[in-house]
Every structure is written in C-alpha cells, then in structure tokens.
C-alpha cells in the first residue's frame, strides 16, 4: 500500500488529466503534498500578508510540519485517487482492485487486499475529531463491519494521528443551553465508544503520529496498535508518553521507525489479512464477549461523569484557554 516513484509520478500525470477543476483548497493541499514529497519541509520564507497567493502556498505546506517525505507521497497519490473516483463517478469498480469509498467529508475510506483502511483526514487541524467525524467514523466502521474486508485499520493523514476531540465541539451551543449540549456529547461520546467496543472483526490502529485525548483513550479497544516512534506525545492524563512508554505500558503493541513504519506495518497487515477471516472473527468474538458487558457499563459510566465535568470551571477555563490562545485574545 505504500506508494512508490512510479505512482508518484503516475499520480502527478494524473492530476492534468483530471476533468473537473477540483477548487483551491484540495489544489493547495496537492501543492504542500507535492513539495513535502520532493524538498521535505517548507524551507521557503514566509512571503508577506499582501502576497496572498505565494502566502496561502506557504501557509499549506508549512502546516505539514516534519511529515516525512514518504508519508506525504503516498498522501499525495491517495489524495489524486480519491479525486479521479469522486470526479469521475461514471468509472467503474473492478472486483478485486483497489476500492475509495467517496462521501465522505472528514475520512478518506479505501478497501483494497482484504483490508478497509479508514483515515483521518483532517491535517491541518491535526486531524481533531469533531462532530461531522465522530459520525462518519461510527458510519466507516459499520460499512466496514459487514464488507468483504477481513480486517479494519484506523491512521491519520499528516503529521498527526489525531489531536484528539475538536476543542472547537464545546461552542456550539444549542437553545437548552450548556446542560443540553453536554447532555448531546454524552450520548454521542457513547454511541461512538460502543461501536468500538462492538466492532467484530480485527480493528488496528496505526498511530502514525502524536495521538491526544480520545484518540488515545480508545486505543484499547483495539486489537493491536502499531506506533511510529514519531507518536510521542500519546497525552494521558496530561503526561506526554512517548510510544515506547505507552508500549511498556501494554497500550500500544510495537513501535516502529519513522522512517520505515508505513513499510513494515503494512507488511504485517497483509499478512493479517490473508489469515481465515472467519477464524478471526470467531476468535474476536469469543475473547470480547467475555468482557463486552463491562465495557459498555463502564462506558456509560465515564460518559455520566464526563457529562458533569464538561459543565465544570476546570473543563471551560480549558477549552477558552485553547481557544483565545488561537485568537490572540
Ligand atoms: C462529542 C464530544 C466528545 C468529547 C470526548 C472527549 C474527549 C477528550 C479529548 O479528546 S480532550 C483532547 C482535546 N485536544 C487537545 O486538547 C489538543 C488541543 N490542541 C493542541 O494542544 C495543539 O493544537 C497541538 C499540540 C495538538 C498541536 O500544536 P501545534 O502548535 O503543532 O499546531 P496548532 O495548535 O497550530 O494546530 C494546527 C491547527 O489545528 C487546530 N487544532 C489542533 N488541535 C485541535 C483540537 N483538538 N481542537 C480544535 N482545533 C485543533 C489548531 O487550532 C490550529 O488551527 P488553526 O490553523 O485554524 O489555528
């Protein structure tokens, strides 16, 4: 699954023959992909306020921080194949090849060799999860539940696996007020962990990058979890761990170099994937259905906590903190 030279290059041929023009946002994010890909991190000075164009350009790459060269290639070229299958909807399916699932706002969804590969894609937000993905991932893992898939993998597009949930979830706050809105999250912080807790065939999480909050607290509910060692800020109860401590701690299953992570790990996934998928599935089912009763109180449990603490000083001062840092006040 990790993209060589030649679908680099077959990628770039593939964006002129594109028939629709895509819009300025998605040719930015080629534009930073293409650069990360070829020079490695922006090392262009950040052109003035009034030279908008050349300043968005940089803007866009910039934001893709130390994203390794390798990682923005394959990026790059899932980027181009995701947009040849939305554009040209007319194209058709062939049994057996790689398949990208569009419809999606917030993920990018591809099925190929026996596996369903759900990526955050939210880059330049360090993919934070906010309300629109929480549902979109509930959506992905249900489709993924019943394809012909044998295992799910979950990673992040960009430099971060995922910022954890979008701080920005907390101001939306609906007529009941405050109250109503914690009362929503709750329920929605528990539909979202039950489908984790429910999911039956093999889920892998490939943390390709820094993970916060609730991107880490569901770790467990996985079957393995393969870091980069550029995971290094898992943030557990305000501690950075590093993926070699959250793998000594039995959170994370094996830490790989940066530098040949996406290489080794997707070896191993299609190795998975060849197993009986059946075998798999029965094996899952009978080791979590031990437990599966106890994750779901214990789930309800923490979202009738958490529903009292977001309405606390601690939760709101937080979040403004956060918040007026992002705009200067
Ligand atoms: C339904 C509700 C359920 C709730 C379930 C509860 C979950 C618990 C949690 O997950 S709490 C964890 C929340 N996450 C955080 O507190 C992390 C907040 N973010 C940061 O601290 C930093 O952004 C960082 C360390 C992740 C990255 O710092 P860096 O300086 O490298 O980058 P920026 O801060 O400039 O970020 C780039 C842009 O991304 C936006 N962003 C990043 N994370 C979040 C986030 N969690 N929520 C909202 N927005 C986020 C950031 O604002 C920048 O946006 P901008 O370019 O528009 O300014």
Redesign the pocket.
């Known amino acids: 699954m990790r993209a060589s030279q030649k679908d680099f290059e077959n990628a770039m041929n593939q964006v002129k023959l594109l028939k629709k023009d895509p819009g300025n946002e998605v040719k930015l994010k080629l534009y930073a992909l293409y650069k990360q890909a070829t020079e490695g991190p922006c090392n262009m000075p950040k052109p003035g306020v009034f030279d908008l164009i050349n300043k968005a350009k940089w803007d866009a790459w910039n934001?893709l921080?130390s994203l390794p060269k390798e990682t923005a290639r394959q990026n790059y070229v899932d980027l181009v194949s995701s947009l040849s299958s939305s554009l040209e909807s007319s194209s058709q399916v062939e049994p057996g090849t790689d398949r990208k699932s569009t419809g999606y706002e917030t993920l990018m969804v591809t099925s190929e060799d026996g596996i369903t590969k759900i990526t955050l894609n939210r880059p330049?937000?360090?993919n934070?999860?906010n309300?629109e993905m929480?549902h979109e991932i509930m959506r992905a893992l249900k489709a993924a539940s019943k394809d012909d898939s044998s295992i799910t993998v979950l990673t992040g597009n960009g430099d971060?696996y995922s910022?954890?949930?979008?701080?920005?979830?907390?101001t939306d706050i609906p007529p009941g007020g405050v109250e109503e809105k914690a009362k929503n999250?709750a329920i929605?912080?528990r539909e979202?962990v039950g489908c984790f807790i429910d999911f039956p065939k093999p889920l892998i999480a490939m943390v390709n990058g820094?993970a916060?909050?609730?991107?880490v607290?569901i770790l467990g509910l996985f079957d393995a979890v393969y870091a980069s060692d550029r995971a290094t800020?898992m943030?557990v109860f305000g501690k950075k761990l590093t993926a070699g401590e959250a793998c000594a701690q039995g959170l994370v299953t094996e830490v790989f170099p940066d530098s040949t992570f996406q290489k080794e790990v997707w070896t191993r996934l299609k190795a998975f994937a060849k197993l009986p998928p059946n075998a798999m599935r029965i094996s899952k089912e009978v080791i979590r259905n031990r437990e599966k009763e106890k994750l779901h109180a214990v789930n309800a449990e923490e979202c009738s906590v958490?529903q009292e603490r977001?309405l606390s000083d601690e939760c709101m001062n937080?979040v403004m903190n956060?918040l007026s840092r992002?705009s200067n006040l």
């Open positions: 934001t921080g330049a937000k360090k934070a999860i309300i929480y971060y910022s954890g949930n979008d701080l920005t979830n907390f999250s929605l912080l979202f820094p916060v909050g609730i991107s607290t800020e943030l958490l977001w937080a956060f992002k």
